[in-house]
């Protein structure tokens, strides 16, 4: 089983990224998909989750607005589009995956979005 995120990197503040998760080994349409991050000294939080068939999303107050999760699930592939980043928004974000049913759960290794001018 393994969770890849990738696209994490240094941007100026107002300026947008786009993180993809990389699912393999499980059932990836039959699992809800989230965001988290975790900023240094704070405990990790939720950002934004997608169930399994794409239908419902939901945000952290902090970030509606300006982040979008989506996936594809011809590709395994969940995603979180940032956009008019803030400093705040600097962290370590990781993707997880849960079933509904089973609650089997898997985290990715998480990547640094850093925002700073």
């Known amino acids: 089983v393994q969770l890849v995120e990738s696209g994490g990197g240094l941007v100026q503040p107002g300026g947008s990224l786009r993180l993809s998760c990389a699912a393999s080994g499980f059932t990836f349409s039959s699992y809800d998909m989230s965001w988290y991050r975790q900023a240094p000294g704070k405990e990790r939080e939720l950002v934004a989750i997608?169930?399994?068939?794409?239908?419902?999303?939901n945000y952290a107050d902090s970030v509606k607005g300006r982040f979008t999760i989506s996936r594809d699930n011809t590709k395994n592939t969940v995603y979180l589009q940032m956009n008019s980043l803030k400093p705040e928004d600097t962290a370590v974000y990781y993707c997880?995956?849960?079933?509904?049913?089973?609650?089997?759960?898997?985290w990715g290794q998480g990547t640094q979005v850093t925002v700073s001018s």
């Open positions: 997608i169930t399994s068939a794409g239908g419902s999303t």
């Open positions: 997880y995956g849960r079933n509904p049913y089973t609650r089997r759960s898997y």
